[in-house]
């Protein structure tokens, strides 16, 4: 049941009910991905979940006005190649509706008349509202300035006086037909055919372009006072103010850039939550310190304001073990914390938000067990286990099965293709339990296939564990070569090329044709040698050559049940020498690089890269990590001490049976790859996996004593498009890193060197130490919404 309680403040908070805190806390950890920067779901060419109903600019993550009017331009070009898309009977039916008139929206209008298309433009304030609030006589830049404009729409570094004066000089010699101060309140589609009402009239559209940006929502505090008439959300004329006591509140660019120009007539007392500005560009920094230590500015960090007053503002200062609250006399007050997504305005047009939670956790788990139960059953009539509960499950006819089966898989798929996603996350969890269920071995297997489920599962007189490895690998190979076409061949970029070549050759030689063939015929036509050939405690193990590349304590079984003196040594070898001296020039790179697990997750996972968890929370998880390497090496400790005391025999055995079972089964195989398209791919080798744990404490030590040969460094060019920290499979803020120009290494950070945030970047700002980029040092690519190649 639900309550309402009353908050110090005096308003009204609703407490969460038992069931709703389970959700929310199963929610915050699924989104955790979308960081700041939620987006609208968008497809290829920057289509929505609506066909035909298409969003660009700020809104689709374009961070600045060139990127913004590629998009523009992109996104005609793409709709004039549809069939139908230009002309008709209907002379009220526009080709194209264009919503909003700012850079974007302009570029595409532009496009469309030069495409001989039947359009119309709707703008709820001005032409280029966004821009005409720009603080007056703001210096607009035309980054990155190494890429032309695309398009019509002029584009240079200019005021924003001067740029908003030819735009409407383009406007008025192309004659374009805009529809100013009408904004879009609903668009349905029907038949078809899109309805807009705005709030003066109503249009007919075959598509629909969305270029509203998302300034029109500055970001609330929600405090007390906020409404007053000296609390603004916008700065407009800075040079209005005088000899006044001003508060700003916000830790970008925006609130610095404020800060900094009211602070040269007014004292300024600049409140931020965090206890540093760590998203400022570097000459921003520099300004906002030289102020600092002219006593203009009064930095107040780990701060929230608590009230806005009619002459006092007060404001919470977090001090560690308690908190002070300051009263600052005030004569204006600028919250500029950023703009908000339009959320409910974009819902309302019926559109879907990128990694969305919405549905029921109660009936996917309802379904997902369906799903089961028929498995279960079927498994009754196929010498499965009958007895579930206590109740003789063959009993039921072997046709239900089905119809259960059925019942709970289309469920999941039906309501997943309504929008709910833990529907998907239901049936991601099915089809990968059932993966690892049925692989574990004879008699082993997970309950519903149990004493069956192996046996069903070989073909061809091989093992289900063999048509896995066949599978794994498939999937690495095609996913792989998108991923090679994604990173490597579409950016020309050749430490991509190398890398993906370099992940795809470890899986088939190392982790395929090694243990499943090669091993066999190097026994069997004694490639290594009489001796060892014919040395069964050699010969008989072909699953040890999968220590050939895992080390400890990935792959621990190498120094378990007696093994042969050769993987004793090489083992050793491997883990104490090779990986230390590997981590020591390339930090983490064996991650992304050689290793299987992390292939599987570079190349079937890629398509999630973003999804990956973000923020400081985030990082906290990592600790697992260093759960699973003490319980890894307690187990094999233990092991030892069986194999070569011959005690402790059955604790040792308990041991390796629960971490096979937990670490192995669940936190390697299911659970990561179920959460593929959800946390992105790197779960297990994030959070889990204790030897990148392990290689993460050899490379921090080699960073702390100046050692390691392994970091990614920035210079200045960065525009804060967020790309990188956007791209990052481990949820690296690497955006901040380069904002500061701040070294980026294992002492700072868990990067693993894929180096997708140096190739991603369009402004060529990082690169491995040393200087070296990823292949093409001069390229500049534009990049559309999803990620493609613009130019
Ligand atoms: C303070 C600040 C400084 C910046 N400085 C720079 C810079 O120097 N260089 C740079 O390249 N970029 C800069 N940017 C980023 C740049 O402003 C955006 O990248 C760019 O404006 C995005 O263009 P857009 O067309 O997607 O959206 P916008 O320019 O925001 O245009 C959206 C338009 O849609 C209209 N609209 C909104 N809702 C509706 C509706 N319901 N119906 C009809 N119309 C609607 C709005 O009125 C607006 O005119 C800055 C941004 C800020 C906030
Ligand atoms: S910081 Fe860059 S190189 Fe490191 S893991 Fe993230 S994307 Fe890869
Ligand atoms: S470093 Fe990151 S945020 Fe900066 S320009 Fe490059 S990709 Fe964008």
């Known amino acids: ?19 709703e805190k389970i959700r929310q806390g199963i929610v915050t950890v699924l989104h955790s991905g979308s960081g700041m920067n939620e987006r609208p779901y968008l497809k290829k060419h920057n289509e929505s979940n609506i066909p035909g109903f298409y969003i660009i600019g700020d809104l689709a993550g374009a961070p600045v006005i060139k990127y913004a009017m590629a998009q523009g331009y992109d996104v005609i070009e793409h709709i004039a190649t549809l069939p139908g898309a230009i002309g008709g009977n209907d002379a009220e039916l526009y080709d194209v509706i264009i919503i909003g008139a700012g850079a974007a929206g302009l570029n595409a209008a532009l496009q469309a008349k030069e495409r001989g298309m039947r359009y119309v433009m709707l703008e709820r304030e001005q032409v280029a509202n966004t821009i005409e609030n720009f603080p007056e006589g703001k210096y607009v830049y035309a980054e990155p300035d190494s890429q032309p404009p695309k398009g019509k729409l002029w584009l240079d570094g200019a005021t924003k006086e001067d740029l908003i004066k030819r735009w409407n000089q383009i406007v008025h010699e192309n004659g374009l037909n805009i529809r100013t101060m009408e904004g879009v309140q609903t668009c349905e589609k029907k038949g078809g055919v899109f309805h807009i009402r705005t709030s003066k009239g109503a249009y007919r559209g075959k598509r629909v372009v969305l ?6 929502n500055p970001r609330k505090l929600n405090v007390q006072g906020e409404d007053r008439e000296q609390v603004y959300h916008r700065l407009y004329s800075p040079r209005k103010y005088k000899n006044e006591n001003i508060i ?9 850039e404020a800060a900094v120009t009211l ?52 404001i919470k200062i977090n001090r560690g073990a308690e908190d002070e609250v300051r009263k600052i006399p005030y004569n204006h007050a600028f919250v500029l914390v950023g703009a908000d997504v339009p959320r409910e305005f974009l819902k309302s047009l019926g559109l879907r938000m990128e990694n969305e939670w919405e549905g029921s956790i109660l009936r996917t788990v309802g379904l997902t067990l369906l799903g089961f139960l028929g498995v279960w059953i079927f498994g009754a009539h196929n010498g499965g286990q009958a007895s579930l509960l206590g109740f003789d499950l063959s009993v039921i006819p072997a046709w239900m099965a089905a119809v259960i089966w059925t019942f709970g898989l289309a469920g999941l798929i039906r309501f997943g293709i309504k929008g709910d996603r833990f529907a998907w996350l239901g049936l991601s969890f099915f089809v990968w339990y059932t993966v690892y269920g049925a692989k574990l071995g004879k008699g082993e297997e997970f309950w519903p296939y149990r004493d069956w489920g192996y046996k069903f599962l070989s073909f061809f007189d091989r093992p289900w564990a063999f048509w896995y490895t066949v599978m794994y690998t498939a999937l690495m190979t095609i996913f792989g070569l998108q991923a090679v076409k994604r990173w490597g061949l579409d950016r020309k970029d050749k430490f991509q090329i190398w890398r993906y070549v370099s992940l795809l050759s470890f899986q088939w030689i190392f982790f395929f044709l090694i243990p499943e063939f090669l091993f066999q015929s190097a026994v069997k036509y004694q490639w290594i040698g009489e001796k060892l050939a014919t040395d069964p405690t050699f010969a008989d193990q072909a699953w040890r050559s999968y220590g050939l590349v895992y080390a400890w304590p990935l792959f621990f079984y190498t120094f378990f049940y007696n ?54 929370t985030s990082i906290k998880w990592e600790w697992m990590g260093t759960a699973v390497l003490v319980v890894a090496t307690l187990v094999t400790v233990l092991v030892l001490i069986k194999d070569i005391y011959g005690v402790f025999r059955d604790p040792a055995d308990l041991g390796v049976r629960l971490y096979r079972l937990y670490a192995d089964v669940w936190l390697v195989g299911i659970l990561p790859v179920t959460l593929y398209p959800f946390l992105g791919g790197k779960v297990w080798c994030r959070y889990w996996c204790p030897l990148a744990k392990l290689m993460q404490m050899q490379s921090n030590f080699f960073a702390r004593i100046k050692t390691s040969k392994f970091k990614i460094t920035a210079n200045d060019k960065c525009i804060a498009c967020n790309e990188c920290s956007r791209n990052c499979l481990v949820g690296i803020d690497v955006m901040s890193y380069a904002l500061k120009q701040e070294t980026l290494d294992n002492k700072t950070s868990s990067c693993i060197g894929c180096g997708i945030c140096v190739s991603v970047c369009p402004m060529d700002v990082l690169s491995f130490s040393g200087g070296q980029r990823n292949g093409n040092s001069t390229h500049v690519q534009l990049l559309s919404a999803t990620g493609e190649v613009l130019a």
């Open 1 to 19: 049941m639900s309550s309402l309680e009353v908050t110090e403040m005096g308003e009204k908070k609703r407490q969460l009910s038992f069931a």
């Open 211 to 216: 270029a509203t940006g998302q300034r029109g």
């Open 248 to 256: 700003v509140v916000g830790g970008g660019n925006s609130a610095i």
């Open 263 to 314: 602070s040269e007539q007014n004292k300024v007392y600049l409140s931020y939550r965090a206890s540093e500005f760590s998203r400022i560009f570097k000459d921003n920094e520099r300004k906002l310190n030289a102020a600092i230590a002219a006593k203009k500015i009064d930095p107040i960090l780990n701060s929230n304001i608590v009230e806005f007053g009619e002459h006092e503002t007060k």
């Open 563 to 616: 093994p042969h003196q050769v993987w004793v040594v090489w083992g050793v070898l491997l883990t104490f020498v090779i990986i230390p001296i590997l981590v020591l020039f390339h930090g983490k790179r064996y991650c992304s690089w050689i290793c299987g697990c992390g292939g599987l997750a570079e190349t079937f996972g890629d398509r999630w890269r973003h999804l990956a968890p973000k923020g400081k």
